[in-house]
């Protein structure tokens, strides 16, 4: 078992940042990879953004360039820095810890953190 522990997350304004932490209880090397995902009032948690341990990442679309991954494996830490924040952007993000199996999509496990909030308004 592993547990995740996010932080980082508070009220902003349109084009501001934040940099969202995800501190694990144990190694995230030994899982094939990270993700941080997010979840808006009445809608569906959704993938955004992926890390390897090798380093490789991913992201949705409505966050290319906006967002990026990344991971301190000595500090058994995920980051995700968060640049030209929108309204839309606004919901709880969450940490995973799972990976790739033979596909090419991420597949979460059961380790989920208790999420942080990102408020995007003026």
């Known amino acids: 078992q592993v547990q995740l522990v996010e932080s980082g997350g508070g009220l902003v304004q349109p084009g501001g940042s934040l940099r969202l932490s995800c501190v694990a209880s144990r190694s995230i090397f030994r899982f094939n990879a990270m993700g941080w995902y997010r979840q808006a009032p009445g809608k569906q948690r959704e993938l955004v953004a992926t890390?390897?341990?090798?380093?490789?990442?991913n992201y949705a679309d409505s966050v290319k360039g906006r967002f990026t991954i990344s991971r301190d494996n000595a500090k058994n830490t995920v980051y995700l820095q968060i640049n030209s924040l929108k309204p839309e952007d606004t919901a709880v993000h969450y940490c995973?810890?799972?990976?790739?199996?033979?596909?090419?999509?991420?597949?979460?496990?059961?380790?989920w953190g208790q999420g942080t909030q990102v408020t995007v308004s003026s």
């Open positions: 890390i390897t341990n090798g380093g490789s990442t």
């Open positions: 995973n810890a799972g990976g790739f199996g033979s596909s090419t999509y991420y597949s979460p496990s059961n380790y």
